[in-house]
Each structure stands twice: as C-alpha cells, then as structure tokens.
C-alpha cells in the first residue's frame, strides 16, 4: 500500500484559496488518488478522486504532476465551514478483493475569520 | 447518490454487555462493507473488510471473537462488540464500495459513537 504524506496542520482566513499537498512517492501504475474530509465525530466524506493530469468539481480541484508521486488538493475561496480535517489516500483504481484503504494521519485545516 | 447509514449514531452501555452497530448503503448494493474505529484526535483505523456472504477478513491485532461482524445481505453488514469494554469506547465508521461501476471508491457513513461504562 502506498503511503501518504501530508502536513500536520493547516491555518487559513476566510475567502483564500488552499493548498494542501500530499507525497505518495511508491504509488504504483494502478492507484488513483482519493481526498476526503472529516468533520468531528462524522464520517470522512468524499471530496475528489483523480489519477493524473487535473480534475476539478464543484468543490475542488486535484492537482497531479506527471510523476504522480504528489497530489494537491485546491480548496478555492474557503468559508469558516471548510474546517476540518483532510485525508489523502492511494488506492487501487480498479474494484477487486483484497484493496483497502489506509488512513494516514490527514491535514487538520483551520479557516479563521 | 451513495448514501450510506449507521445506526445508532451513539450508544451508551455498560461493561460486559454487547453492542449492535448497523451499516447500510441505502442506494446502492455494497458486496463490500468495511468497519473502522477512531480514537480521539486520530487517524481511522481499519478493523476488518466484511464480504456479503462470507466471513470477515480482520486486520491483525483486532479480535475477531470481540468484533463479530455479519454482512448477510447487499446492503447491511453489522458489528456487535461482545462483552464491551471501557477501552473499547470508540467512534466506529463503516464504508461500503458500491458494486456497480468501475472505479473503487469507498462512501463513509456518518460513525457511531460507543461509550462503555
């Protein structure tokens, strides 16, 4: 399984753009790229899910380099709603037993007034 | 779409007795459901994968005679936590991967919070 990296912690104002950037240098050929975010005591929900290239929604963009040894998760013009804490995960693209997720420890994003 | 629910969102028990969680995907078949438990402040943590069907697949260091885990049909799997603990007092997040489509991607359900008295 892939391991990600992500920062601890993050600390933004209202109306700025954020980044966060996630290492995953041994993914392999097969893994696809999921974020999700957590609020306290709720379940992680999904955010954006991408293998290469850029993938946007109505709530982010996916940012990944050719490489794909790191992601980065583009929230634009965040609210006070947005604080919580983002996960980044590798997976295996393709449904099949045995893939499973691993957690690491996420980025806790703090947007401030 | 993807909704997935759990039920009861929190419990209290006391010591010694067992505790029921369901999880259900409400608008799509999940021939695969997984439990995972988080402590305060951290990571979740996966427990076991739990197969429609067939017996759960835990992950090493959880108990399987603790953690029962039924999946019975295409949309329910459940979690009883025998003989609980105080240390067993936990947020447990289930997932389900929806059967359709191509992609692999797990939807979460909104956890259940367990104090053991």
């Known amino acids: 399984l892939a391991k990600t990296t992500q920062p601890i912690s993050m600390d933004s104002y209202e109306g700025q753009e954020v980044n966060i950037t996630c290492s995953h240098n041994?993914?392999?050929?097969?893994?696809?790229i999921t974020w999700y975010q957590q609020f306290p005591s709720q379940g992680p929900r999904f955010i954006i899910q991408g293998y290469k290239t850029k993938v946007t929604n109505e709530v982010a963009s996916l940012f990944i380099p050719a490489d794909r040894k790191s992601s980065t998760l583009s929230l634009p013009r965040v609210s006070l709603s947005d604080t919580a804490v983002y996960y980044c995960l590798v997976g295996a693209l393709i449904k099949a037993a045995g893939n499973k997720l691993t957690f690491g420890g996420g980025t806790r994003v703090l947007v401030k007034p | 779409g993807a909704v997935v629910s759990q039920h009861p969102s929190w419990v209290i028990c006391k010591s010694g007795t067992s505790v029921k969680i369901e999880c259900r995907s409400l608008?799509?078949?999940?021939?695969?459901m997984f439990w995972y438990r988080q402590f305060p402040k951290q990571s979740l943590m996966l427990m076991a994968t739990?197969?429609?069907?067939?017996?759960?697949?835990?992950e090493q260091g959880v108990e399987k005679d603790k953690f029962l885990i039924n999946h019975a049909s295409l949309t329910l799997s459940t979690l009883t936590v025998t003989s609980a603990h105080p240390e067993d007092s936990s947020f447990y997040i289930c997932?389900?991967?929806?059967?359709?489509?191509?992609?692999?991607?797990?939807?979460f359900g909104p956890g259940t919070r367990l104090t053991v008295l």
């Open positions: 997932s389900a991967r929806d059967a359709g489509g191509y992609t692999d991607t797990q939807y």
């Open positions: 608008d799509f078949q999940a021939t695969t």
């Open positions: 739990s197969n429609e069907g067939s017996k759960a697949t835990y």
């Open positions: 041994n993914i392999a050929t097969n893994d696809y």
